[in-house]
């Protein structure tokens, strides 16, 4: 989910993967350990253009039927289980309080704007006299916020290895259970504005049963996920861009 351009998106699109498999055939690299270094090589990467972006990536891996979830943001992952939706990512929003203790900690300023929305504050990187706020206090990019920040009580030379927001990923290992695990949701922000986790999960089985068919055909997963897309915005108003992927649990084994 980028924000201030699409460049970091895009750069993150073409290389987390890459870089994960990549590491993943390294020796001594266990699944956690390529994909956390993948984010961090990911980041170090991007250029210092003022973009960003979150990122929320699902490994499973099969025979053991393992599950990784790595997330940098305020994307999320969800998991139906016997139709219960349990998340397995935390939104990593500046007000979330281990977010806010972290930023304020080092001495960066965290704050409340109208509307209930928090934000963490920046120097522009094009022009330092130009404040920037950012509602995410994980992402990819976003060198506002490590390059130049804002600390309480310092209006001179900033102090290097800040690091206000920081693009390491939480990551969230679960097994599977194949005989009661339905299928995962990965959507950006702009659907948990206006959708809880459960309501999504919700929406997606009333739509499976009105055709039970669907369950085995790839391309009304897709369907389904536009239908949610579609009434986050039309129906429920949400102000944000909507990106969705569902991923069938029972058709894993077969591709």
């Known amino acids: 989910d980028g924000h201030a351009g699409d460049m970091t998106s895009k750069h993150c699109q073409k290389t987390i993967l890459p870089l994960f498999l990549e590491n993943i ?147 969230v290992e679960d097994l599977l259970d194949i005989n009661n695990d339905e299928f995962l949701i990965i959507a950006c922000d702009g659907l948990w504005d206006v959708y809880t986790s459960q309501e999504a999960v919700n929406f997606v089985h009333d739509e499976l049963n009105k055709n039970r068919l669907i369950q085995h055909d790839v391309n009304k997963w897709t369907h389904i996920a536009r239908l949610l897309a579609n009434n986050a915005i039309n129906v429920r108003k949400s102000i944000d861009n909507v990106s969705i992927i569902i991923v069938p649990i029972n058709l894993i084994n077969k591709y």
């Open 25 to 171: 055939n390294k020796k001594s690299y266990t699944i956690h350990k390529a994909l956390y270094e993948a984010f961090i090589t990911c980041n170090n990467s991007t250029k210092r253009d003022g973009s960003g972006s979150t990122a929320c990536v699902a490994i499973i891996q099969r025979g053991i039927n393992k599950i990784y979830v790595a997330n940098s943001g305020d994307c999320r992952c969800v998991i139906s289980r016997k139709k219960i939706a349990i998340d397995l990512s935390i939104d990593h929003k500046p007000n979330n309080k281990y977010e806010k203790y972290r930023v304020e900690k080092q001495k960066g300023i965290v704050k409340e704007y109208q509307g209930g929305i928090w934000r963490i504050l920046g120097r522009s990187i094009k022009n330092k006299n130009l404040v920037v706020a950012l509602s995410v206090a994980r992402s990819i990019g976003d060198h506002h916020f490590s390059d130049n920040p804002i600390l309480l009580g310092s209006k001179d030379q900033q102090p290097k290895n800040i690091d206000l927001i920081t693009c390491k990923p939480q990551i």
